[in-house]
């Protein structure tokens, strides 16, 4: 029941928003009680901090199995990071716009739980490029965190346009975003 409840306020947080959803529109959508939603959760600011550390943790997770191979080089690892991004778009496009859109509205004890974690995963990347620029992949004029802010962004925005069932399928949005960052980072 409590994934029930999650995944039924991601697609209303999604579509309303945060503010805009009460716990009545939560129970109602679920078709339970207001004592089943305080049986899983406090608040729904507890509710919300479970989507963002479930999304954000999720991300890390993949994020270092892609780092942990190391038979890969820093441009294939890049490609899947970015592939990585686009695919939960797929799976997740509801919970990255409620991670990304909603944040603001974690208090203060929140949102130092989350920031680290989101620093972790951009500070990932940008220790990739700079191997990059070390192992001679990427130039070494490039300035690493600026790259690391363009990657993110690219692929960050991209739940808000993207269609899994488009005409672009994920692996050939990653390898068009991939090689529009490459051909400007590399050697």
Known sequence: ???????????????????????????????????TFYYYFSSKEELLMDIQLRYINDLLEQQENIMRDESKNCKTKLY?????????????????????????NLNEERLAEIIPKRDQFRLTIEDLI?????????????????????????????YQWYNPEGDQSEE????LFTDMILKGIEL
């Open 80 to 104: 899947e990071m970015v592939h990585m991004l686009i695919s939960n778009i797929k799976t997740q496009g509801a919970s990255a716009k409620v991670f990304f859109r909603e944040m603001r």
């Open 172 to 175: 050939e949005v990653a390898r």
């Open 130 to 158: 700079k191997e990059g620029i070390e192992t001679g992949e990427f130039r070494s004029d490039l300035n690493a965190s600026i790259a690391t802010f363009g990657v993110l962004g690219m692929a960050n925005w991209s």
């Open 1 to 35: 029941m409590k994934e029930k409840i999650t995944e039924q306020s991601i697609r209303l947080f999604e579509k309303k928003g945060f503010s805009e959803t009460s716990i009545q529109d939560i129970v109602d959508a679920n078709g339970v009680t207001k004592g």
